[in-house]
């Protein structure tokens, strides 16, 4: 049984790999991800403020130091509360290229495309095999039109796929009014993978203190659905590789994934429950399955459930929006 696929160049054993997580700071926990059958790793993400930080004293261009700025800053975590500095952050990815075998994908997370991109040279010289990009903003000012956004962050793609010798993927937000065009120009500044989707972190409300506070909670296959439509809109229309990334809990989700059209998968939080050998069962799970349906080869059964044969895909989809509300039965 043959479950050997293409992601960003690299052959892969098998689709699943360690999307960005705590378990990817830990040289020893990324080792047991390797001896627990993940086929590639994604570090956590360096984040912009890191980096203007240490290199600048600025974070968005202010001065935390200075009082005009003291109350907008200082919800930013502290340098000292990140798990690493910039240059140990490049240390970590050559330190964990001599642990592990499998591609090592490092992680940027900003939301501009400017100078801190240049970081990215650093991360490439010390070995990191592709770069996933994260430009991840929640755009509270009412007078940027989202085309704006658009273009900055095709703008930093096309920098990067200029600057460095390793492929960039881009992991990407879906509120986009026409994100098939936002895929397209991706595609087009040289993406090599386009990774579906960022999870939107929403703080909770604390009703006594009646502030904001930080919280996470785990995915699960409820989170998927969102991820299909639009693997399933894009396989065999966009170059780069295509991986989902949220809402892949059981090895049902990583079927539904690659029959969608991804070319990999990337798992957190069931990992984050089940431990790194969950690994195994996700593909020994993809074994069976593709056993009981007569597939030998993974790219036999890729994008069987992708629109990329339907002559019409925008009236499938708004059919099927009919079709699900007219499902309902009181």
Not at 9 to 29: K, V, Y
Not at 114 to 119: D, N, Q
Not at 123 to 135: H, K, T, V
Request: glycine share 6%.
């Amino acid at each position: 049984m043959d479950t050997a696929t293409s992601y960003l160049g690299f052959r892969l054993p098998h689709p699943f790999i360690a999307g960005a997580s705590p378990l990817g700071f830990d040289l020893d926990t990324i080792k047991r991800l390797e001896d627990g059958g993940c086929s590639a790793i994604v570090i956590p993400s360096l984040f912009e403020e890191q980096i203007t930080l240490a290199g600048q004293g600025r974070i968005h261009h202010r001065d935390p130091f200075d009082p005009a700025w003291a109350e907008s800053l200082a919800n930013f975590p502290a340098m000292s509360e990140y798990a690493l500095t910039p240059d140990r952050y490049a240390e970590h990815i050559a330190r964990a290229k001599r642990t592990v075998a499998i591609p090592v994908i490092a992680s940027l997370n900003g939301t501009s495309g400017e100078s801190w991109l240049r970081f990215s040279r650093t991360i490439e010289q010390a070995g990191a095999d592709a770069l996933e990009l994260n430009l991840y903003e929640v755009v509270t000012d009412l007078s940027i039109p989202g085309g704006v956004i658009e273009r900055q962050l095709v703008d930093a793609v096309r920098e990067l796929h200029q600057e460095l010798k390793i492929p960039v993927s881009v992991k990407v937000s879906p509120f986009f009014a026409a994100f098939g065009n936002v895929a397209r120009h991706l595609d087009e500044a040289g993406a090599a993978g386009i990774v579906l989707f960022n999870r939107f972190y929403q703080p909770d409300l604390d009703t006594e203190t009646m502030t904001p506070f930080p919280h996470v909670e785990l995915s699960t296959s409820a989170d998927l659905l969102l991820r299909l439509r639009w693997l399933a809109i894009l396989f065999g229309r966009v170059r780069p590789s295509l991986v989902v990334t949220g809402g892949v809990a059981t090895p049902d989700d990583g079927i539904k994934a690659l029959l969608a059209g991804a070319d990999a998968v990337q798992l957190v939080s069931a990992v984050l429950r089940q431990g790194p050998a969950h690994f195994t069962a996700m593909r020994e799970g993809l074994e069976r399955w593709m056993e009981r349906h007569c597939f030998t080869r993974l790219n036999q059964m890729r994008g069987l459930a992708s629109l990329e044969r339907s002559d019409d895909p925008a009236a499938f989809e708004r059919a099927n929006y009919i079709r699900t509300l007219q499902s309902w039965k009181v």
